[in-house]
């Protein structure tokens, strides 16, 4: 989907098309880091973006929906938290290298030549000792977990993640399971590729 697409679909959607609520991997994998600068690449409507700024982040978002930002700014207003805002597609966006302690990229899903660009970009936006996150649907999803993309060329593994990746320290390195509330109250599993790699020191 392009950014007009995903406009329409923000705008004829009443309320959040997400969860106002920070995705759960993310919020594990930012447990225990010590808050400095962040980038969010395809920051969507902001929920984790909002969730780090309040947690003492000091957040950039980028995405190229310019209804999604414009959601995004009014949730940071919402909880009363500073959020720098771009409008700007992530597959040609370059943040400057070196500048950040902490990248996330939430659910994002590429085709594999688009997505390793991302990747180059968020690993080389990683000041020493910094922080990447990867989070999204994974490819087992189809077969055995709920919902996302149907699309296997644009949906993750860890694999793939990894080697987007090189020269990282690989922390952690899986498919998740991530339980989805159901109509009658029970939840089913979705899967989720789940990456955390940080740029050595020195």
């Not at 688009?114 to 922080?131: C, F, I, S, W």
């Amino acid at each position: 989907m392009d950014s007009s697409a995903w406009d329409t679909r923000y705008a004829n959607t009443p309320g959040l098309v997400w969860s106002a609520e920070p995705n759960r991997f993310v919020v594990e994998s930012v447990a225990g880091l010590t808050p400095g600068s962040a980038l969010d690449l395809a920051a969507g409507e902001g929920r984790n973006a909002v969730w780090l700024a309040g947690a003492g982040w000091r957040v950039t978002a980028v995405d190229f929906s310019p209804v999604a930002v414009e959601r995004g700014r009014q949730l940071a207003s919402q909880r009363g938290v500073p959020v720098e805002w771009r409008v700007a597609d992530v597959t040609v966006y370059r943040p400057v290298p070196g500048s950040y302690d902490l990248v996330l990229i939430s659910y994002l899903h590429l085709p594999a030549e688009e997505l390793a660009q991302v990747l180059a970009a968020a690993r080389n936006a990683l000041r020493p000792g910094g922080t990447v996150v990867v989070v999204g649907h994974d490819r087992a999803n189809l077969d055995g977990g709920t919902g996302g993309p149907q699309d296997p060329a644009i949906l993750l593994t860890p694999e793939a993640v990894v080697d987007g990746l090189a020269g990282l320290r690989i922390q952690r390195a899986e498919t998740a399971r991530r339980p989805v509330p159901t109509d009658d109250g029970g939840s089913v599993d979705a899967l989720d590729t789940v990456v955390v790699a940080a740029r050595p020191v020195g």
